[in-house]
Structures are given as C-alpha cells and as structure tokens.
T-cell receptor, first 115, second 111 residues
Framework: GAVVSQHPSWVICKSGTSVKIECRSL??????MFWYRQFPKQSLMLMAT?????????EQGVEKDKFLINHASLTLSTLTVTSAHPEDSSFYIC???????????FGEGSWLTVV | SQQGEEDPQALSIQEGENATMNCSYK?????LQWYRQNSGRGLVHLIL?????REKHSGRLRVTLDTSKKSSSLLITASRAADTASYFC???????????FGSGTKLNVKP
C-alpha cells in the first residue's frame, strides 16, 4: 500500500539553528501534502498545505517565514523550522493525499526538541 | 480546534463495555475520517465515511454521520485494554485542500 516516509523521527537542535524535516511519498505521486504540529496531550493543528510547484498555503497564525515549506517534487515536501526556539519543540507530522482523493496517508511523525 | 470539538475529552471504561465518542464540525465536508493515536506515536486510520453516507461499520467500530447537525460518532463495541489511545475525527475538505482534526478523545480501557 501507499506509504509516506518522514525523516528524521527524532531531532535535537540548539536554539537559533534551523532544522529540516522531510516527507516523502514512496510509491505514489502526491500533489498535496499537509503539515501538522501537535503539542503534548493536544490535537493535531494544520500548519500548512503544500502543493507541488507552488507556494504553500499557511493556516492563520502560522509564521510562514519561520516554518518554510517546500514541495519541489511530486514525492517530496520539506518543512524547515528556522531560528528554532524551545517553544518550537513539538511533534510534527506530515501527510499526503493519495491517488484516490479520499485517501490521506500519514508519516510516522518527527519529534523536535530545541535546547 | 480548527474544525470542531470532540466529546468527551476523556473517557474511562471497563473492558467489555462500549465506548462512544462524538465529533462536531463547523463547515461542509467531503468526508470524515476517524483515527487512533497511541501516546507519542503516529496515526492509525480507522474508518472513512463519505458525506452521502449515514453509517458505516468495520469490525467492532461503528461510525455515524449526520451532515445536517454537522456531527459524527464513533462507537467501539466490546472494548479491550488494547483500545486505550486517543481518538480523533478529521474532516476532509478536498475541494479546498484542507484536512482538519478535531480536539480528540482520550480513551482509557481498564482491564
């Protein structure tokens, strides 16, 4: 079945540095990918919708200059957290809309800790 | 949450009992999906119900959808300790390229 791979699973970075998280659709082309952030014991908050070949659409309140999203190919979207701060520490998870538009495939998520 | 609320926020039951979780949402949808998440882990897709469907079953799961009330429910019958997890509804607005999650219900099934 369709699989979405997210990498890295865990990352620790220092305050002020940038960190990149990758989301790949392994056996299908994904024109649309979604990025979410989840704080402990909370729900998943949609940060942005990533469309191949165009700019991402950010949800209200999400800083697009801080969370850079690139969807350069039909199988890869990246989220870069720039100038990371401890409050950016969270669980980030991506998903991709499959060939059947009703189907959404999720990556396993990435834990980011900023120290 | 961005799209809607779930209730209860937390539910604690004994093994063998049924668990019902409710989800309300704000806008018209194309479909609604239920997911399960174990603590600190990824999501497991449970069931999808389209906007023109009213009820769907999958094993011990039963999902209903009332588009007039913008609400859905998930029933887990004969619960097991292994069902302990957080459950989220998610609304798919593929015409607008959005996929939002509800606030979630934390289910604890006691052995």
């Amino acid at each position: 079945g369709a699989v979405v791979s997210q990498h890295p699973s865990w990352v620790i970075c220092k305050s002020g540095t940038s960190v990149k998280i990758e989301c790949r659709s392994l056996d299908f082309q994904a024109t649309t990918m979604f990025w979410y952030r989840q704080f402990p014991k909370q729900s998943l908050m949609l940060m942005a919708t990533s469309n191949e070949g165009s700019k991402a659409t950010y949800e209200q309140g999400v800083e697009k200059d801080k969370f850079l999203i690139n969807h350069a190919s039909l199988t890869l979207s990246t989220l870069t957290v720039t100038s990371a701060h401890p409050e950016d520490s969270s669980f980030y998870i991506c998903s991709a809309r499959g060939p059947s538009r009703n189907t959404i495939y999720f990556g396993e998520g990435s834990w980011l800790t900023v120290v | 949450s961005q799209q809607g609320e779930e209730d209860p926020q937390a539910l604690s039951i004994q093994e063998g009992e049924n668990a019902t979780m409710n989800c309300s949402y704000k806008t018209s949808i194309n479909n609604l999906q239920w997911y399960r998440q174990n603590s600190g882990r990824g999501l497991v897709h449970l069931i999808l119900i389209r906007s023109n469907e009213r009820e769907k079953h999958s094993g011990r799961l039963r999902v209903t959808l009332d588009t007039s009330k913008k609400s859905s429910s998930l029933l887990i019958t004969a619960s097991r300790a292994a069902d302990t997890a957080s459950y989220f509804c998610a609304t798919d607005l593929y015409n607008f390229n959005k996929f939002y999650f509800g606030s979630g219900t934390k289910l604890n099934v006691k052995p």
